[in-house]
């Protein structure tokens, strides 16, 4: 079968079309025909630097949507033919930038009605990613004022509409260009981080979801009100904002999404109500992962990139 491979660590250009064996479903597992795989931050990350996995080149991809080609010893939620959407494995090697992967069968779960394939692809990891910290982490409740940083980016624009879902009221930061877009999605008010500060445009918060880092953690617990919680994404360096935060009667964390068929059933749910839509920015075939790449690492997406599988 054909997936994308890398004999080295590198820039996008390392990144090829290689001849593989398929894979088999062992215990607890099935096999998915892919259709299409979501492209993440976290894939050029691995693919440049090996990431949490050592140097070892790795098969790259976590978003996948297909359909249950075989399924092993042990499973019953899946037959053959269910459509599936998931993330397998974070954060072990998923290698869904294939025609064909195994996974455990409670790392996927049905996609949901009435969305493609490639749309399906776009929404596990950061719509897993977004629910993990606002609802499991930061409890989001009805009346609460969020935060969300880079609100129009792949994680960003569905917790606008998650919070939004939740009842809270949602202050996103993004460039002018985007403010209709994240508006559409129900964001109350919108910040240009690049013409004004967000810490004193931004007041009373209880939760900031800070998917950048650096500053941005230290300088967001400026806009929360006692007891308010900054859940940030961008660095397990970012722990050490934790104990500042508790200096301040405020709270902070770092959170690493996994996989979860509960959270992905959450989130078709709110899809399938029409509360939730995945924005895909860009659609490339497999062969041109390289390409998905060099426009991820150029930080200027909106939503989502997504391979497609022939």
């Known amino acids: 079968m054909r997936a994308i491979g890398q004999d080295t660590l590198g820039g996008p250009e390392v990144l090829k079309v290689v001849e593989i064996d398929r894979p088999e479903p062992g215990f607890s597992e099935v096999l998915v025909r892919v259709h299409a795989a979501g492209v993440n931050p976290t894939d050029w990350w691995h693919r440049s630097t090996g990431g949490?996995?050592?140097?070892?080149?790795?098969?790259?991809?976590?978003?996948?949507?297909?359909?249950?080609?075989?399924?092993?010893?042990?499973?019953?939620?899946?037959?053959?033919?269910?459509?599936?959407?998931?993330?397998?494995?974070?954060?072990?090697?998923g290698g869904t930038y294939a025609e064909f992967i195994t996974s455990p069968s409670r790392h996927l779960a049905r996609k949901p009605a009435g969305i493609s394939h490639m749309e399906a692809a776009a929404l596990p990891l950061a719509g897993l990613t977004a629910w993990q910290c606002l609802v499991d982490t930061a409890h989001v409740r009805p009346g609460q004022r969020v935060l969300v940083h880079a609100a129009a980016g792949g994680v960003g624009h569905l917790a606008v509409q998650i919070a939004k879902a939740r009842g809270a009221y949602v202050i996103g930061t993004a460039r002018s260009p985007k403010h209709d877009f994240l508006r559409g999605l129900g964001a109350d008010e919108v910040i240009d981080y690049t013409q004004t500060d967000f810490v004193t445009a931004a007041r009373d918060i209880d939760v900031v979801l800070d998917t950048i880092g650096g500053e941005y953690g230290p300088r967001s617990l400026k806009t929360l009100r006692p007891g308010g919680i900054v859940v940030s994404i961008a660095s397990p360096a970012e722990a050490s904002l934790t104990t500042v935060a508790e200096q301040q009667g405020l709270r902070a964390g770092f959170t690493m999404v996994e996989p979860d068929n509960g959270g992905l059933k959450e989130i078709a749910a709110l899809i399938e109500a029409g509360k939730l839509r995945v924005h895909v920015d860009t659609v490339l075939p497999l062969e041109e992962a390289g390409k998905a790449h060099e426009i991820g690492e150029a930080g200027r997406t909106t939503g989502k990139i997504v391979l497609t599988v022939a």
């Open 52 to 93: 949490l996995l050592g140097e070892q080149p790795i098969p790259l991809g976590w978003d996948v949507s297909g359909v249950v080609e075989e399924v092993g010893l042990g499973v019953t939620m899946y037959r053959p033919g269910d459509e599936v959407f998931g993330m397998p494995r974070l954060p072990q090697p």
